[in-house]
């Protein structure tokens, strides 16, 4: 079962502008992650929150979170080419047996 | 270097042919998970195991097997019984902690297998 739902799915910017992708979830959660995937790769995490965190920064990169609402954002400012690529939101909650299940994904293409 | 590897990062298979995909961790990391990405799709969990000679299926188990004889390897068979294995599979790792739920996971570079 798919957990998270990202909107949209698909993205198209021009470098130097802002990106911000929304993440929603349906049962409780003890954290929040986003992931990237270059195409062809495997992912790599960029950030996770916790359910009792708001926001959090990683230099680009700011995450919100909102558990009244069960969704989460992801803005990339300043976007550039190289930010080109599918990202994707997990929840986790060792409840649920400790596995982490992630969303359909965003994919975010900034064009130069 | 520590990290994930998976093999082989192409498999062919004809139908009906058992084949295993290898993942195995230099992270020292207790939990291993295997997904399935299908083209444009998010990541289904297939198995994982948060232990050694312990795993429980994830969502879409049927057809495959899996084994956790060692801390550092978790290989994911595709038996014949998987109707549709023609997918992009990756292999991850994390630390499991209680109070805060599954951690970071560290994916491998994937494995696509293709049925003839």
């Known amino acids: 079962s798919q957990q998270g739902e990202e909107d949209p799915q698909a993205l198209s910017i021009q470098e130097g502008e802002n990106a911000t992708m929304n993440c929603s979830y349906k049962t409780s959660i003890n954290n929040l992650q986003w992931y990237r995937q270059n195409s062809g790769r495997g992912l790599v995490h960029l950030i996770l929150i916790r359910s009792n965190e708001r926001e959090k920064h990683s230099g680009r990169l700011r995450v919100t979170l909102d558990t009244s609402k069960k969704s989460s954002s992801l803005l990339i400012t300043a976007s550039r080419a190289a930010d080109t690529a599918s990202y994707f939101c997990?929840?986790?909650?060792?409840?649920?047996?400790?596995?982490?299940?992630f969303g359909q994904g965003t994919e975010l293409s900034v064009k130069p | 270097d520590g990290g994930i590897t998976q093999s082989p990062k192409y498999l062919f298979r004809k139908e009906g042919q058992n084949v295993t995909l290898s993942c195995e961790q230099n992270?020292?990391?207790?939990?291993m998970y295997w997904y399935r990405q299908d083209p444009g799709q998010g990541l289904r969990l297939i198995y994982y195991s948060q232990i050694v000679n312990d795993f429980q299926k994830g969502d879409i188990a049927e057809g495959y097997s899996v084994s956790r004889e060692k801390k550092e390897s978790f290989p994911l068979t595709v038996t014949s019984a998987q109707k549709n294995p023609t997918a992009f599979y990756l292999c991850?790792?994390?630390?499991?902690?209680?109070?805060?739920?599954?951690?970071?996971?560290?994916f491998g570079e994937g494995s696509r297998l293709t049925v003839l």
């Open positions: 992270l020292n990391h207790d939990a």
């Open positions: 997990a929840t986790g909650d060792y409840n649920q047996g400790g596995k982490l299940i």
């Open positions: 991850a790792s994390s630390i499991v902690g209680r109070s805060s739920g599954t951690g970071e996971l560290f």
